[in-house]
């Protein structure tokens, strides 16, 4: 007997959507059968953009790729470039950058513990996670004069050095966000009603997750043991000491214990960081403007996945080819499947549990020669034809 | 005179004026302590640490423009928030406080009062059928299963008290602690106080059982394509529930507002005040949770523990204790 469902349009304008993306929701009652995704609200044309700038504004074009994870953005991309340019990196240099990156998580962390608890109405621990996240961005403007699009990477280091004063400042935080996120912790698994609204909730397990190819946080709370920082060392964590956070829950649960227990550890390479920070040079002197032909893949472990950047030159200051791969993409497919055989009901939190950034994520798809719709690629020589002609016609300019 | 003291009752104190100014301050108090316990500041600007801010809520939501979706009934539409304030408003009138008469005080007002109660979210199912949304229409079935969740124990845990007391009738209710000489009734009592408390926030739909309105979810439920004025008019309805039910669960299970004017109006602030604190608090502390949740919750908790307390009165009144 065929099933009657309905179908439930959830955004491109909805009040769990941070930004705009569409989902069409097969439901029967108030349990869930299908799930599409329809994307694309949100391109912006960066990659495009990066060829017609030089390597240097390109960083700073890159880093507003995203609001939360900018730092990622610009080192995934300076890495590629970087290892172009054959660059040797002042040890200081790579130790601040890393800081920054974990600085950069422990906020991306908050913001999303606060978001989730906020999509199944639990706004108490909302605002305390929130009000925490203050604490790390006040860090984040201390060092880079920046809350948000740091700006501090530059080709071949950093820009901004700290002083012995920010030192203890930072250190001083790491003590107070352990000290919050142990209570986090302790709410989160243990507080019923919310609780009752993660745990179970949500499934992936660690075949379909692989198969998915899910990514960062996701991926560890389905048992998939993988992780840029420790399987691919970049920056200096090739000298840290952590551990790679997983959980076999397979479930938001997992999600949530996966990203609290990150945030200690972050917390920790942040005290190792600081502790053997060397002495020295923050950046590179000398580099040139002009990077050598070739091509560069450059991996990197963002608060929310790993993030690839693809850098292509051609011998010039301006980049052929910029390609990024935001972790979002990855993790959509997979949250889109877990959510089928919940209720209405866990569709927020399930989706916010891959910590989306559509923004990230969004590129165009052009199909070339679609015969259904009467598509067809067009060589150079023939649009510029089309031009001559359309305006010959119209406008009566001869060329 | 008695006339004129009927209109004051019905019009001014405890009617119309004063709920609607009282309850609004019941408003601040439950947004200003859930504020605090979320460490913000809550409303701030409007009047003295914000005190006025609901109401500038509501003239501002009065001035906004006001849609009526062009698939729905119109009349339905436009009608039912009228009805829902109506029907809080006559809720508030069967409060045994200062001046009764036979018409807010007769054998049988506590049914008439729970019923009146219950009104509002009928209209609110009604509300979100006829605006013809996907969101209204989730919102207004879960309104629904939601009643059916939270009004039999919310009966059964009011029955306690009449039980006690062996009487339909508020006033009655109210009196019999202090009437009677038997006032360890009240701490007797409390499990069903405890859940009273719980359904009224069902009632009220406020987190954890928010799930009709579950802003992530559903965007308004039932209330979402209502706007202006009518918006503003559900929301007068749903504070002045909260002071209704807040109110009534205060006359039943804490003991009333006797004394007079003077004396019955202090205990009323007082009282009302003490259970939206319990509100606020619940609000504070928890997460939503799911409409089969709250089904299975009120089933396998609330209503035992009012038939347990239920039985309690039962052997206490058989033995003759009470």
Same mark, same amino acid.
């Given at each position: 007997?065929?099933?009657?469902?309905?179908?439930?349009?959830?955004?491109?304008?909805?009040?769990?959507?941070?930004?705009?993306?569409?989902?069409?929701? %097969? @439901? #029967? /009652?108030?349990?869930?059968?299908? =799930?599409?995704?329809?994307? *694309?609200?949100?391109? $912006?044309?960066?990659?495009?953009?990066?060829?017609?700038?030089?390597?240097?504004?390109?960083?700073?074009?890159?880093?507003?790729?995203?609001?939360?994870?900018?730092?990622?953005?610009?080192?995934?991309?300076?890495?590629?470039?970087?290892?172009?340019?054959?660059?040797?990196?002042?040890?200081?240099?790579?130790?601040?950058?890393?800081?920054?990156?974990?600085?950069?998580?422990?906020?991306?962390?908050?913001?999303?513990?606060?978001?989730?608890?906020?999509?199944?109405?639990?706004?108490?621990?909302?605002?305390?996670?929130?009000?925490?996240?203050?604490?790390?961005?006040?860090?984040?403007? %201390? @060092? #880079? /004069?920046?809350?948000?699009?740091? =700006?501090?990477?530059?080709? *071949?280091?950093?820009? $901004?050095?700290?002083?012995?004063?920010?030192?203890?400042?930072?250190?001083?935080?790491?003590?107070?966000?352990?000290?919050?996120?142990?209570?986090?912790?302790?709410?989160?698994?243990?507080?019923?009603?919310?609780?009752?609204?993660?745990?179970?909730?949500?499934?992936?397990?660690?075949?379909?997750?692989?198969?998915?190819?899910?990514?960062?946080?996701?991926?560890?709370?389905?048992?998939?043991?993988?992780?840029?920082?420790?399987?691919?060392?970049?920056?200096?964590?090739?000298?840290?000491?952590?551990?790679?956070?997983?959980?076999?829950?397979?479930?938001?649960?997992?999600?949530?214990?996966?990203?609290?227990?990150?945030?200690?550890?972050?917390?920790?390479?942040?005290?190792?960081?600081?502790?053997?920070?060397?002495?020295?040079?923050?950046?590179?002197?000398?580099?040139?403007?002009?990077?050598?032909?070739?091509?560069?893949?450059?991996?990197?472990?963002?608060?929310?996945?790993?993030?690839?950047?693809?850098?292509?030159?051609?011998?010039?200051?301006?980049?052929?080819?910029?390609?990024?791969?935001?972790?979002?993409?990855?993790?959509?497919?997979?949250?889109?499947?877990?959510?089928?055989?919940?209720?209405?009901?866990?569709?927020?939190?399930?989706?916010?549990?891959?910590?989306?950034?559509?923004?990230?994520?969004?590129?165009?798809?052009?199909?070339?020669?679609?015969?259904?719709?009467?598509?067809?690629?067009?060589?150079?020589?023939?649009?510029?034809?089309?031009?001559?002609?359309?305006?010959?016609?119209?406008?009566?300019?001869?060329? | 005179?008695?006339?004129?003291?009927?209109?004051?009752?019905?019009?001014?104190?405890?009617?119309?004026?004063?709920?609607?100014?009282?309850?609004?301050?019941?408003?601040?108090?439950?947004?200003?302590?859930?504020?605090?316990?979320?460490?913000?500041?809550?409303?701030?600007?409007?009047?003295?640490?914000?005190?006025?801010?609901?109401?500038?809520?509501?003239?501002?939501?009065?001035?906004?423009?006001?849609?009526?979706?062009?698939?729905?009934?119109?009349?339905?539409?436009?009608?039912?928030?009228?009805?829902?304030?109506?029907?809080?408003?006559?809720?508030?009138?069967?409060?045994?406080?200062?001046?009764?008469?036979?018409?807010?005080?007769?054998?049988?007002?506590?049914?008439?009062?729970?019923?009146?109660?219950?009104?509002?979210?009928?209209?609110?199912?009604?509300?979100?059928?006829?605006?013809?949304?996907?969101?209204?229409?989730?919102?207004?079935?879960?309104?629904?299963?939601?009643?059916?969740?939270?009004?039999?124990?919310?009966?059964?845990?009011?029955?306690?008290?009449?039980?006690?007391?062996?009487?339909?009738?508020?006033?009655?209710?109210?009196?019999?602690?202090?009437?009677?000489?038997?006032?360890?009734?009240?701490?007797?009592?409390?499990?069903?106080?405890?859940?009273?408390?719980?359904?009224?926030?069902?009632?009220?739909?406020?987190?954890?059982?928010?799930?009709?309105?579950?802003?992530?979810?559903?965007?308004?439920?039932?209330?979402?394509?209502?706007?202006?004025?009518?918006?503003?008019?559900?929301?007068?309805?749903?504070?002045?529930?909260?002071?209704?039910?807040?109110?009534?669960?205060?006359?039943?299970?804490?003991?009333?507002?006797?004394?007079?004017?003077?004396?019955?109006?202090?205990?009323?602030?007082?009282?009302?005040?003490?259970?939206?604190?319990?509100?606020?608090?619940?609000?504070?502390?928890?997460?939503?949770?799911?409409?089969?949740?709250?089904?299975?919750?009120?089933?396998?908790?609330?209503?035992?523990?009012?038939?347990?307390?239920?039985?309690?009165?039962?052997?206490?009144?058989?033995?003759?204790?009470?």
């Amino acid at each position: 007997m065929a099933e009657s469902t309905i179908k439930i349009p959830v955004g491109p304008q909805h009040p769990f959507l941070k930004e705009p993306c569409k989902f069409e929701f %097969e @439901i #029967s /009652g108030e349990e869930i059968r299908g =799930a599409k995704i329809r994307m *694309g609200y949100n391109h $912006r044309g960066m990659e495009k953009a990066c060829e017609d700038r030089n390597y240097y504004q390109c960083l700073y074009l890159l880093e507003r790729i995203c609001g939360i994870c900018s730092h990622s953005h610009t080192t995934a991309y300076i890495q590629a470039v970087e290892s172009l340019l054959g660059l040797e990196l002042p040890k200081r240099g790579l130790y601040l950058r890393t800081l920054v990156c974990e600085l950069e998580r422990l906020h991306s962390h908050l913001l999303w513990l606060g978001v989730a608890a906020h999509e199944v109405g639990f706004d108490t621990l909302f605002m305390y996670t929130w009000r925490d996240r203050e604490l790390v961005m006040n860090i984040l403007e %201390e @060092i #880079s /004069g920046n809350r948000v699009n740091y =700006a501090i990477n530059t080709v *071949g280091g950093v820009r $901004r050095d700290i002083t012995a004063e920010q030192r203890k400042k930072i250190l001083d935080l790491t003590k107070v966000v352990r000290e919050r996120v142990a209570y986090y912790a302790n709410i989160g698994t243990n507080e019923p009603s919310f609780m009752a609204r993660i745990q179970g909730v949500g499934k992936m397990s660690t075949e379909r997750a692989i198969e998915k190819c899910a990514v960062g946080p996701f991926a560890r709370a389905s048992n998939v043991d993988r992780d840029v920082r420790r399987d691919d060392p970049y920056a200096a964590y090739g000298d840290l000491e952590f551990k790679v956070i997983t959980s076999d829950s397979c479930d938001i649960l997992g999600r949530v214990v996966v990203r609290v227990l990150e945030m200690v550890e972050s917390c920790k390479m942040i005290d190792q960081l600081l502790d053997k920070l060397p002495e020295g040079e923050i950046a590179v002197q000398k580099v040139p403007r002009r990077v050598p032909a070739g091509a560069a893949v450059s991996r990197y472990e963002a608060p929310r996945g790993e993030d690839v950047h693809y850098v292509r030159s051609n011998g010039t200051d301006k980049p052929e080819r910029v390609k990024v791969r935001a972790p979002t993409l990855c993790n959509l497919e997979a949250a889109a499947e877990s959510v089928v055989g919940s209720y209405v009901a866990d569709i927020p939190i399930a989706i916010a549990s891959i910590d989306p950034c559509f923004s990230c994520t969004d590129r165009t798809t052009v199909l070339l020669n679609d015969r259904r719709r009467g598509v067809r690629m067009a060589t150079w020589e023939e649009l510029r034809r089309h031009g001559v002609d359309w305006y010959r016609q119209n406008k009566g300019i001869r060329f | 005179m008695e006339t004129v003291k009927v209109m004051l009752y019905v019009l001014v104190f405890p009617g119309f004026l004063f709920q609607m100014i009282y309850s609004t301050y019941l408003e601040w108090v439950d947004r200003k302590l859930y504020a605090r316990m979320q460490n913000r500041r809550g409303p701030l600007y409007t009047g003295w640490s914000g005190v006025l801010q609901p109401v500038a809520d509501i003239v501002k939501l009065f001035a906004k423009e006001d849609v009526t979706p062009a698939a729905s009934d119109k009349f339905m539409f436009n009608i039912l928030p009228l009805v829902a304030l109506a029907s809080a408003c006559t809720a508030g009138l069967y409060l045994p406080v200062w001046h009764l008469t036979g018409y807010n005080s007769f054998q049988g007002d506590l049914i008439v009062m729970v019923y009146l109660l219950a009104m509002p979210s009928f209209v609110l199912f009604l509300a979100g059928w006829f605006s013809v949304s996907p969101f209204s229409l989730i919102g207004a079935t879960r309104v629904l299963t939601q009643l059916f969740a939270y009004e039999v124990p919310f009966f059964l845990a009011l029955l306690t008290p009449a039980v006690v007391a062996g009487s339909w009738k508020i006033a009655d209710i109210a009196k019999y602690p202090w009437a009677s000489g038997n006032w360890w009734v009240i701490p007797l009592q409390v499990l069903a106080f405890i859940v009273a408390v719980l359904a009224l926030q069902a009632k009220l739909e406020r987190v954890p059982f928010d799930i009709p309105e579950a802003e992530t979810e559903v965007v308004a439920g039932p209330l979402t394509e209502y706007s202006g004025k009518k918006l503003a008019v559900f929301r007068i309805q749903k504070d002045i529930s909260m002071y209704a039910g807040s109110a009534l669960i205060a006359a039943l299970f804490l003991g009333g507002f006797g004394g007079g004017l003077y004396l019955g109006a202090l205990q009323l602030v007082l009282k009302t005040l003490l259970v939206v604190a319990l509100l606020s608090v619940i609000r504070g502390a928890c997460a939503r949770i799911r409409i089969d949740q709250i089904v299975s919750f009120s089933w396998r908790y609330l209503a035992p523990m009012s038939i347990v307390q239920f039985l309690i009165v039962l052997l206490l009144k058989g033995g003759g204790v009470i």
